[in-house]
């Protein structure tokens, strides 16, 4: 099971803060959850498309869409911050 956080506008757009999921072995890394995450249609696919800004952090570490995940990670996506 991976724990999966969405923060700011991607939990008001998608309704959820928090949930868990089964990893399978078609899910290896950021990229791979985030195409699993997209396919369950709306509001996901858009939310979450690609070319959309969205960070995504492995185990409160930045993450790349390259990024290894397994089995106990926590996942968190989040839009990009700016400061002033």
């Not at 928090?18 to 990893?23: A, G, I, L, N």
């Amino acid at each position: 099971m991976i724990d999966i956080l969405y923060f700011a506008r991607l939990r008001e757009s998608l309704g959820l803060a928090r949930e868990q999921m089964d990893v399978s072995q078609s899910i290896d890394s950021i990229a791979d959850l985030l195409a699993h995450l997209r396919i369950r249609g709306e509001p996901w696919s858009t939310t979450l498309a690609e070319g959309e800004s969205v960070l995504a952090a492995v185990n409160q570490e930045i993450a790349r869409l390259d990024t290894r995940i397994k089995d106990g990670d926590e996942i968190a996506f989040f839009p990009p911050v700016t400061g002033g």
